[in-house]
T-cell receptor
Framework: QKEVEQNSGPLSVPEGAIASLNCTYSDRGSQSFFWYRQYSGKSPELIMSIYSNGDKEDGRFTAQLNKASQYVSLLIRDSQPSDSATYLCAVMGRYSTLTFGKGTMLLVSP | GAVVSQHPSRVICKSGTSVKIECRSLDFQATTMFWYRQFPKKSLMLMATSNEGSKATYEQGVEKDKFLINHASLTLSTLTVTSAHPEDSSFYIC????????????FGPGTRLTVL
């Protein structure tokens, strides 16, 4: 069974710090990886996608992928209180279905 | 970016009634849409994959006769919860795959269903 593992947190960081969120996956054949942000009571919002090994940067967000280690991470620089949310790691499998981790709650304190 | 809408956003119904939820892709054509359910403080659970013009593919443990899915056009999929019971109360979220954006999935705002 395909699994996506995340630390549930909460991960607490002060405003302005770097938040580091991690995710591991079990299906070695996976090729597409995503990070979604979900505020309480809301639906997930896609913030990053990554398909090849290495880093991908978009504004304050950097996604990192290491397929050999089956590891995906998300770095948030200059964290803001508005970044406080649950971050879901998702891995695309067969038929383009997504398998989600349980999410990591991030708390950014002013 | 790709926009997906859902209607209604919130519904309260009596036990035994049926509820229909609509999911629309507003600015792209989605041959594939997905329906998820999320219980409080839990992760998203895929219920089914909805393909335009064909039968939906249900995940293991999801009753296809209880959760009817119709994907009659490239921009609309519907989920009908039939004979709803209190244990069906949940947050139902659809997503649509955008073929013009690397097949990335974009989520609708969700429908909160409460069955009394």
């Amino acid at each position: 069974q395909k699994e996506v593992e995340q630390n549930s947190g909460p991960l607490s960081v002060p405003e302005g710090a770097i938040a580091s969120l991690n995710c591991t996956y079990s299906d070695r054949g996976s090729q597409s990886f995503f990070w979604y942000r979900q505020y309480s009571g809301k639906s997930p919002e896609l913030i990053m996608s990554i398909y090849s090994n290495g880093d991908k940067e978009d504004g304050r967000f950097t996604a990192q992928l290491n397929k050999a280690s089956q590891y995906v991470s998300l770095l948030i620089r200059d964290s803001q209180p508005s970044d406080s949310a649950t971050y879901l790691c998702a891995v695309m499998g067969r038929y383009s279905t997504l398998t989600f981790g349980k999410g990591t709650m991030l708390l950014v304190s002013p | 970016g790709a926009v997906v809408s859902q209607h209604p956003s919130r519904v309260i119904c009596k036990s035994g009634t049926s509820v229909k939820i609509e999911c629309r892709s507003l600015d792209f054509q989605a041959t594939t849409m997905f329906w998820y359910r999320q219980f409080p403080k839990k992760s998203l659970m895929l219920m089914a994959t909805s393909n335009e013009g064909s039968k939906a593919t249900y995940e293991q443990g999801v009753e296809k006769d209880k959760f009817l899915i119709n994907h009659a056009s490239l921009t609309l999929s519907t989920l009908t919860v039939t004979s709803a019971h209190p244990e069906d109360s949940s947050f139902y979220i659809c997503s649509a795959r955008d073929p013009d954006h690397n097949n990335e999935q974009f989520f609708g705002p969700g429908t909160r269903l409460t069955v009394l």
